[in-house]
């Protein structure tokens, strides 16, 4: 409203509320924050009534009593003997296992995809084009059953590997072997170990320590260089060339503790009757990645072709006019113009891939679902304490997600002067 000197301002009058503009948006806002708040105090307050006709109460205390049931995937170290909350601790971590392992190789192989369906080579586009067609319009759970009935009735028994004319033989240069009850990969070993630092049960090594420190400090260094070279190049209009001190800020470092601790693959080993000195992956994990990972990624591929697609042409053809072949167009031009584009949906498929892993139960995988909202569930008989604090944790998890790529989505979009 706009104010004129010299004119008296009326005096404030209830009415005002309702019928001055300055006001009315304010009493709208208040009037549905008050209506929301009343409807969730009454909906708390049934539902604490009737769990006291049940005999119930509401409370977490089921948390610190006893489990007693067993989880075959941990991270970290479990026995039916601890609390259902360290029961809950495992689920979510293999939750965030899955998840965080999905997410990555779905955006590789959707990247990979989406690219190659703007290919100029007609058989590998259509072949691309199947892939997305036949993945995206079947439901996630049959992928989940098919890759289940793939390794348990195609892939070989650990003792298929036995003898010297053995009736299957390991992939990957002999460092992995699919068997019909778990995948069998190296694992880490170290010549000098440097100790570990104890934390109760678990224990961290100082090697993954100094790893951390070590890739921190490459990144920090990686910054304090390129706002170097920025510098150099508001002054001077030249940019000094900085990708290989980079490389070498991570390379180098790395290396050197490579060989410092020593550090190898161990491959696995047939000792009787199943594989040791490896690890021996659940297939029930192997399969919920698989499955999560060829389900989303066939999105997140037209999402970088609608992506790509979106970027000028006119982009492509200056590059090309430059010299730059289409390789290095592609990415030093076109993706990064296209990321702008694609970080916002592709935010949704990671959120997707977060809550989908809840279908681990259809393999007998113990994620969150299976754990807090599963056994723990029907041992204790808490459903409204189980389904809240499930549904409190996946919604942590989508908002952390959620934030985190917005993070990134304001650093990558186009800035406007």
Known sequence: MVSYPGVDQPPFRLSMLIYD?????????????????????????????????????????????????????????????????????????????VSVLGCIAATVLGV???????????????????????????????????CLAIFTEVMPPPNAYRGDNPAASMILFDLVAPTNRYTAIPSLGMSNPPGTISLGRESLSWAFVAYVVVIAAAFVARHLLRRRAQRVQDRTGRRPVTWWISLAFFA??????????????IPPVLRGFNFADGINLDNAFVV???????????????????????????QSEAAFALGLRPRRTMSLVVLPQALRVIVPPLISQ????????????AVGYMDLRGTLGGTTLNQTGREMECMVLMMGIYLALSLIISGGMNV????VKLKER
């Open 21 to 97: 503009r300055r006001y009315r948006s304010l009493t709208i806002q208040a009037v549905v924050f008050i209506l929301v708040m009343l409807a969730a105090s009454w909906l708390i307050d049934n539902t604490l009534k009737n769990l006291a006709i049940m005999g119930k109460s509401f409370s977490f205390d089921f948390l610190f009593r006893r489990a007693g049931y067993d989880i075959p995937q941990q991270l970290i170290p479990y026995n039916s003997d601890d609390t259902h909350l360290r029961a809950t601790i495992v689920g979510l971590l293999n939750t965030l296992q």
């Open 112 to 146: 990979t995809v989406g690219v190659l369906r703007l290919s100029s080579n007609w058989l590998i586009a259509r072949l691309m084009t199947v892939y997305v067609e036949v993945f995206r319009n079947i439901p996630l759970l049959l992928w989940i059953l098919v």
């Open 252 to 265: 180098v470092p790395l290396l050197l503790l490579t060989w410092y601790f020593g550090l190898h693959l």
């Open 288 to 314: 919920l990645w698989l499955a999560l990972t060829l389900y989303t990624g066939a999105f997140i591929a037209e999402i970088v072709r609608g992506g790509i697609l979106a970027v000028s042409r006119g």
């Open 350 to 361: 990671y959120l997707n891939l977060t809550k989908n892993s809840s279908l681990a139960i």
């Open 408 to 411: 990134f989505n304001s650093r």
